[in-house]
C-alpha cells in the first residue's frame, strides 16, 4: 500500500544499493554495466568484461557510480556521496559534462534530472539547461509528465526525502500540466493518478480533474482495473468509478497482478496477520496462512512460514512447490532464485534444486523486509570474496572475473519516491 510504501522509502530507497537487472541481451549488459573497484585505497571502475573504465588512482576518487544509460554514466567524484560533484562519462570513463552538480540521474530520452543546491532543473547530453533549477524535486518523467515539488524541505540534501510542499506535473519543457497542488501524487497509471489532499487519498485524470475525489485513508495506483484502498481501518477495492468491487475487510492488500491479489487478515486475539492470496471476487485461492506472501515472479511467489520462520515458494495455485526451508531467499528471476543456508548463498531451480550450491558468503547487505533479497545479481554478475580478494560469478557460479580487487561493488543510488 501507498502509505506504508511512503514509511519504507526513506529507509531503503535512501541507500546505496545494488540494482537487480531484468532480462537483457549479453551486449546490451555488457554495454551498460559499470562496476565499483578499490585498491590500495584508490577507486575507479570497469566494465562487465573486467576491462578498466577509470583506473584506481589517487588523482580523482570515485564514491558512486552508475550503469550507462543513452550511452553516458553519472560519477561523483569526492570523499563521500553528500559532498561529491557529479558528471558524466562516455564509454572510455572520459568526461562529456563534468563533475558540478549536487546530484544527477540518469539520462532518459535525451534529458537528465540535475540538482543544484536544493533546487533541480533539467538538461541535455551538452550539458546545458533545458529547465533551470527551480524544483525541490523532480521525479522521472513517464508518458511525457513528470512529477515535481514546491516549496517541500529536503530532509537529506543528497537523498531528497522531501517534506512538506506541493506536487504537481510538468512536460519536457518544465511547463506546468497540472500546477503544484497535492500534499502527494504518483504518476499515472490505467489513466488515473493517485493523489492526496490533506488526510485523504483520491485519484485525477490527465487534466487534473478528480475522477475519485479525496476519501480514502491509505489507497495505491489502479492495476487491472481495480485498486486497493483503506477505508474505516480496513482494505478492499474499488474500480475507477470508486465503487467497492471488494468490501473492505483485509487488515492489508495489495495490488492485483495476474487476477491475483496478496491480503492480510489479522486474529482478534492474537493480533497476528496471515496472508492468502484472493482473486478479483474476493474469493480465497490461498488461504490466509502464512506470515508473509511477496508478490509472484515469473509463476512462483515467496512465503514466509509462521511455524520456523524460514522462506519457501508456492505457485498459483497456492501450492507449496519448495518448502520452507531457506534463512533468506529472493524472487524468482528468470527460472532461478538466491537462498541463504547456513550462512552461505547459493541458486535454485523452480524445483527447488541447487544449481549452485550455497558456498559464497552472504554478508546479510542485500535484504529487505524478513530477509528477503532484494539484490545480490546485476546484470547477471554477483560480487563474491575468495582468499580476500573480490570478484565476479555468474549465475551457474562460474567466475566471470576472477577475484582480484580489494573490493568491488556497483554503486547505485535512486531518488527517495523514484
Known amino acids: 500500500m501507498k502509505m ?34 578499490r585498491e590500495n585505497g584508490n ?31 553519472y560519477i561523483g567524484v569526492g570523499n563521500s556521496v553528500e559532498s561529491a560533484k557529479y558528471g558524466y562519462i ?3 570513463g572520459k568526461f562529456i559534462i563534468g563533475p558540478q552538480f549536487d546530484q544527477v ?32 524535486h523532480i521525479l522521472p518523467f513517464i508518458d511525457g509528465l513528470a512529477l ?6 529536503p530532509e537529506d540534501c543528497f537523498w531528497n526525502i522531501i517534506s512538506g510542499g506541493k506536487w504537481g506535473f510538468i512536460d519536457k519543457s518544465g511547463n506546468y500540466v497540472i500546477m503544484p497542488q497535492f500534499d502527494e501524487a504518483y504518476a499515472f497509471e490505467e489513466d488515473l493518478a493517485l493523489v492526496k489532499i490533506g488526510n485523504y487519498y483520491g485519484y485525477i485524470d490527465r487534466t487534473g480533474n478528480f475522477v475519485i475525489t479525496p476519501q480514502f485513508d491509505d489507497a495505491d495506483d489502479f492495476s487491472e482495473g481495480l485498486a486497493a484502498v483503506e477505508k474505516d481501518d480496513y482494505y478492499g477495492f474499488v474500480d475507477k468509478r470508486g465503487d467497492f468491487v471488494i468490501n473492505p475487510i483485509f487488515d492489508d ?48 511467489a515467496l512465503i514466509v512460514n509462521y511455524k520456523n520462520n524460514k522462506f519457501g515458494y508456492i505457485n498459483r495455485e497456492g501450492i507449496c512447490v519448495i518448502r520452507p526451508q531457506f534463512d533468506c531467499a529472493s524472487d524468482f528471476n528468470e527460472g532461478v532464485a538466491v537462498v541463504v543456508f547456513d550462512k552461505k548463498w547459493g541458486i535454485i531451480d ?23 533479497i532484494d539484490n545480490i545479481f546485476h546484470e547477471g554478475l554477483a560480487r563474491v570474496k575468495v582468499n580476500d580478494k573480490w570478484g565476479f560469478v555468474d549465475r551457474t557460479g562460474c567466475f566471470i572475473i ?13 531518488s527517495c519516491r523514484n
Open 148 to 153: 515535481v515539488n514546491i516549496g517541500g524541505i
Open 253 to 300: 492488500a495489495n495490488n492485483f497482478s495476474g487476477g491475483l491479489a496478496i491480503v492480510a487478515i489479522e486474529d482478534d486475539e492474537s493480533f497476528r496477520q496471515t496472508y492468502g492470496v484472493i482473486n478479483k471476487k474476493g474469493k480465497f485461492m490461498v488461504n490466509p496462512q502464512y506470515k508473509k506472501i511477496y508478490d509472484f515472479s515469473d509463476g512462483l
Open 402 to 414: 576472477p577475484p582480484q580487487f580489494n573490493r568491488v561493488d556497483n554503486f547505485f543510488w535512486r
Open 43 to 73: 577507486t575507479g571502475c570497469m566494465d562487465r568484461t573486467g576491462k578498466i573504465i577509470i583506473s584506481p588512482s589517487t588523482s580523482m576518487q570515485i564514491c558512486v557510480i552508475s550503469n550507462y544509460s543513452e550511452g553516458l554514466a
Open 105 to 136: 540521474e540518469s539520462f532518459q530520452d535525451g534529458i537528465a534530472r540535475v540538482r543544484i543546491g536544493n533546487k533541480w532543473g533539467l538538461i541535455n547530453k551538452s550539458g546545458s539547461f533545458i529547465v533551470k533549477p527551480q524544483f525541490n
Open 90 to 92: 562516455d564509454n572510455t
Open 4 to 37: 506504508k510504501i511512503h514509511n519504507l522509502l526513506g529507509l531503503f530507497t535512501s541507500v546505496i544499493i545494488l540494482a537487480f537487472t531484468i532480462k537483457e541481451g549479453v551486449s546490451q549488459q555488457t554495454e551498460n554495466s559499470l562496476f565499483f573497484i
Open 350 to 372: 523452480k524445483r527447488g534444486e541447487f544449481i549452485v550450491f550455497p558456498q559464497f558468503e552472504y554478508d546479510g547487505r542485500y535484504y529487505g523486509l524478513d530477509c528477503h
